[in-house]
């Protein structure tokens, strides 16, 4: 990177931003982290939190919640600096959508509603539609799918042939809309919207709209059509490289098959999508999973860390729990931005925190219904 042009650099910044468009979205994590680490010892401030609020947004929609929270963070205070509103706003949504996503949906409420105070949204359409995320997804993790649907149904208008609202920010979210349209009793309306987004998409999409809209089908389906739908939208592995929505694929399957009495596949299903959860400290998941899980007859411990595992601090955690996946140093590192050499450091940071002396003991001592079942 030392030997990086400006060149270089522009286009570094611009594959990244198509990469993460067209949900290459670890792709754009390396294009995006790499631009960044140069423009910090090379460019100015705006340039700075311009990239690093993008490659918060793509670590989070990879799974790296903490790198996310530190360049999202990162992002605001560049920002602020340099009189870039506009990140200025969207770094603290993404900020109150990770404080949602780990259920503290009281202080992503209150993070929302300060980044957008005095700010006109409609200014930019892709703006409104994350801060209609912020407060969906802390509705979920509330319990009120009443509201989480009023927030998730703002990203579509309301006409006859709903259309998105922002052309690219709505569409990944059609599998949200349906699940708390379900439960509030809006399935009419949630198919409404489902139609006209497929009519749009067309048979063009990514892998990843594709399990979106999948998931949207069955839960919105009659039930003995919603098998094939659910099966569709966990089939792609690419679908792994976005854990979060993955998993809550796994579990609307998981709790559809146990209300159908076929508990065996229920607690697979759902035994993946619990260690996912897990990995990423996605709370509100974790304790429905848990309790699927255990109306599917799986004795599963509570889900508080034990005492040497609530030593580790979050990222601390999520490196472990990585390693004890199997990943080396240098997978680690790809995934969460950081070079092998401070994955080995934090690891021999881990060891005696946990009693271990060495990385094949961390699935002992993590338990493997913490860990995803790649």
């Known amino acids: 990177m030392d030997t990086l042009q400006d060149g270089s650099l522009s286009d570094f910044v611009v594959l990244g931003a198509t990469a993460w468009i067209l949900d290459e979205t670890d792709q754009a994590v390396r294009l995006l982290g790499q631009a960044l680490d140069h423009l910090r010892r090379a460019a100015t401030a705006g340039a700075n939190c311009t990239v690093a609020q993008a490659l918060a947004l793509a670590q989070f929609e990879s799974g790296a919640w903490t790198a996310a929270r530190s360049a999202a963070e990162d992002a605001f205070w560049m920002a602020t600096e340099s009189g870039a509103d506009n990140v200025t706003v969207g770094s603290s949504i993404l900020r109150a959508t990770l404080l949602a996503a780990r259920g503290d949906?009281?202080?992503?409420?209150?993070?929302?509603?300060?980044?957008?105070?005095?700010?006109?949204?409609?200014?930019?359409r892709s703006l409104y539609v994350r801060h209609c995320q912020a407060l969906g997804t802390a509705a979920v993790a509330e319990g009120d799918h009443k509201a989480a649907y009023e927030h998730f149904r703002r990203m579509f208008t309301q006409d006859f042939h709903p259309a998105p609202v922002h052309y690219h920010a709505?569409?990944?979210?059609?599998?949200?809309?349906?699940?708390?349209?379900?439960?509030?009793g809006q399935a009419d309306d949630a198919r409404s919207v489902l139609r006209a987004a497929e009519t749009t998409l067309g048979a063009s999409r990514s892998a990843r709209l594709d399990a979106i809209v999948h998931r949207a089908s069955a839960l919105l389906s009659d039930p003995e059509d919603a098998e094939p739908h659910f099966r569709a939208a966990l089939a792609d592995p690419a679908c792994l490289r976005w854990p979060f929505e993955h998993a809550l694929a796994q579990l609307d399957?998981?709790?559809?098959?146990?209300?159908?009495?076929?508990?065996?596949?229920?607690?697979?299903v759902l035994g993946t999508a619990l260690g996912i959860f897990e990995r990423l400290d996605a709370r509100p998941w974790i304790e429905r999973t848990t309790a699927e899980l255990r109306a599917a007859g799986v004795a599963v411990a509570d889900s508080a860390a034990p005492e040497a595992v609530a030593d580790l601090t979050p990222q601390e955690l999520q490196i472990a729990q990585l390693?004890?996946?199997?990943?080396?140093?240098?997978?680690?590192?790809?995934?969460?931005?950081?070079?092998?050499?401070?994955?080995g450091f934090h690891l021999h940071k881990i060891f005696p925190k946990l009693g271990i002396t060495g990385r094949t003991q961390l699935r002992d001592v993590l338990g493997p219904a913490r860990l995803p079942d790649h």
């Open 170 to 184: 709505s569409l990944y979210h059609l599998a949200d809309l349906a699940a708390a349209a379900v439960r509030a």
């Open 323 to 343: 390693a004890a996946e199997g990943l080396t140093n240098r997978d680690i590192g790809a995934r969460l931005y950081l070079s092998p050499r401070t994955i």
């Open 253 to 268: 399957f998981g709790e559809w098959l146990r209300r159908r009495r076929r508990a065996a596949e229920a607690r697979t």
């Open 105 to 124: 949906h009281e202080a992503a409420r209150a993070q929302a509603g300060d980044a957008v105070r005095g700010v006109d949204l409609l200014d930019s």
